[in-house]
């Protein structure tokens, strides 16, 4: 068990440019989740995929990002033009099992400043 | 609104002193996951709740779960340097359309001093 790995560590960008992160779950686990969180928050929900079905985004989601997770196994994270306000720890978390149970491992997350 | 209240916001204690920190929210979860944060760095699973009223026991620290599963809390005892970090409660929420996201507090932020 390898656990859940994100790349890069960190990222920093110029307003306006484009970034992508990418993340691998446990092996096993069919549900992958994204999670943004600032400084002094928790984490909050951006976008859910089991296997390679997007099947919940968050309002928080806009128009500028996007996810995949082409082959059910790795997932990326596309952030579009990007603003100061994206500047954020982007979390990745896997799970299997029954949902409402739904024991999720977070990598380490990545990163983003944007200048 | 924060869906899930975590109180205190932060916590600075000696060596040895034990300390209590509460999860609380007006809607049932259908579990509750507490979680440790270093900076920099992913949220560590700690422990999963499951049933209302449920007590779980890992070496210092005890982890409860309210009978309405609306609440919990975790105590620490005897707190170390070690146990220093921001300390995050997670709720599954309880309704057919949730598709397992976690609903996080805002976090305690625990410092203890040797």
């Known amino acids: 068990d390898t656990g859940v790995s994100q790349d890069p560590r960190h990222k920093i960008t110029k307003r306006g440019q484009n970034v992508t992160f990418r993340c691998d779950p446990i092996s096993e686990h069919n549900r992958l989740y994204w999670y943004r969180q600032t400084l002094g928050q928790g984490p909050e929900f951006l976008t859910y995929f089991q296997n390679e079905a997007q099947l919940e985004k968050s309002r928080l989601l806009s128009d500028r990002f996007s996810a995949e997770r082409p082959k059910g196994s790795f997932s990326t994270l596309e952030i579009q033009r990007t603003e100061q306000g994206d500047s954020a720890m982007y979390l990745c978390?896997?799970?299997?099992?029954?949902?409402?149970?739904?024991?999720?491992?977070f990598g380490a997350g990545t990163r983003l400043s944007v200048l | 609104t924060q869906l899930l209240e975590q109180s205190p916001q932060f916590l600075s204690i000696q060596e040895g002193e034990n300390l209590t920190v509460y999860c609380n929210s007006s809607s049932v979860f259908s579990s509750l996951q507490w979680y440790r944060q270093e900076p920099g760095e992913g949220p560590v699973l700690l422990v999963t709740?499951?049933?209302?009223?449920e007590v779980k026991k890992l070496k210092r620290l005890t982890f409860q779960f309210g009978d309405a599963r609306k609440d919990s809390s975790l105590h620490i005892t005897a707190a170390q340097p070690g146990d220093t970090g921001l300390y995050l409660c997670a709720g599954v929420r309880n309704y057919g359309g949730s598709q397992g996201n976690l609903i996080f507090g805002k976090g305690t932020k625990l410092s203890v001093k040797p």
């Open positions: 709740v499951v049933t209302g009223g």
């Open positions: 978390a896997s799970s299997k099992g029954h949902l409402a149970k739904n024991i999720q491992y």
